[in-house]
């Protein structure tokens, strides 16, 4: 079953089989964004942006929360509000956008820091480990959080989860050559594991040509001994298990806006 998320416009390209159970596990049940959460997200985003002064380099994840933040941002920008700030996309989609609203942009190599990176979630924890990688931009998205010193995560407060993979299937980025085997290897680990595909029905394929496997663990007991165990095995290039990175996250919901630090 395909799976795809429509906001204001925006199609996603995280529409994928191993996304519907992650979906239909939070009780969303549906494709559309209902208004509610698009209020709660455009909430998160704007808490965010707060945090974003005059001068930073701002790095900038990928999902729907970092584009609603992009489109505010350009906004303040545009009335004044924020000046002098340089962002740095992870992801074309981002790109794009960003570029469209006229927002100063630089790619990774061409800045000497990162201020703060801005990024959303798809399962966090009160502890904030996360797990990302929906919208299919994990490596790029990693590659942010390792550079900065403050990583941000924004998203509603239905994110929020007692345990990594309670929610949400973990994306694992494999090199097409031998994927048989990297999901042999993963469902000894036991995952349940489905290829991701695109609105056509092929294998999706990342920004840097490689496939995902969405992995359905369940509750994950030890976070940090799976992200070893997936981290050794040749073949894997990243996976969507995000710990020890945030120091902060916005979770907006019907009780407000929530700031949680790490401890």
Do not use: Y
């Not at 795809?4 to 519907?20: D, F, H, K, R, T």
């Not at 050559?177 to 999901?183: D, E, I, K, L, V």
């Not at 294998?203 to 001994?225: K, V, Y």
Request: aromatic residues 4%; glycine residues 12%; proline residues 5%.
């Amino acid at each position: 079953m395909h799976v795809s998320l429509l906001q204001n416009g925006w199609l996603p390209q995280q529409a994928s089989e191993g996304s519907q159970a992650g979906f239909l596990r939070m009780g969303l049940g549906g494709a559309v964004m209902n208004e509610t959460m698009k209020v709660h997200k455009q909430e998160a985003a704007r808490a965010a942006l707060e945090l974003v002064r005059p001068g930073m380099v701002v790095g900038l994840g990928h999902g729907s929360t970092v584009l609603w933040a992009v489109r505010l941002l350009g906004q303040w920008l545009h009335e004044g509000k924020l000046h002098d700030v340089t962002t740095v996309p992870c992801s074309m989609l981002v790109e794009r956008e960003a570029r469209a609203l006229g927002i100063p942009l630089k790619q990774l190599d061409d800045v000497s820091r990162l201020d703060l990176v801005l990024d959303g979630a798809d399962e966090l924890t009160p502890n904030l480990d996360c797990i990302k990688g929906g919208g299919g931009a994990l490596l790029k998205e990693k590659i942010l959080a390792q550079a900065t010193g403050k990583l941000v995560l924004i998203a509603d407060s239905s994110k929020l989860s007692p345990a990594l993979g309670t929610h949400w299937p973990v994306p694992v980025e494999c090199i097409p050559w031998g994927r048989r085997f990297q999901a042999a290897f993963l469902e000894s680990l036991g995952a349940t594991v489905v290829l991701r595909r695109d609105a056509e029905g092929r294998a999706f394929q990342t920004e840097q040509g490689n496939i995902i496997l969405d992995c359905d663990f369940g509750p994950i007991a030890d976070p940090a001994r799976l992200a070893r165990q997936l981290a050794a095995r040749a073949g894997i290039v990243e996976h969507g298990l995000f710990l020890g990175m945030a120091g902060e996250a916005l979770l907006a919901g019907p009780q407000g806006l929530q700031r949680l630090r790490r401890q």
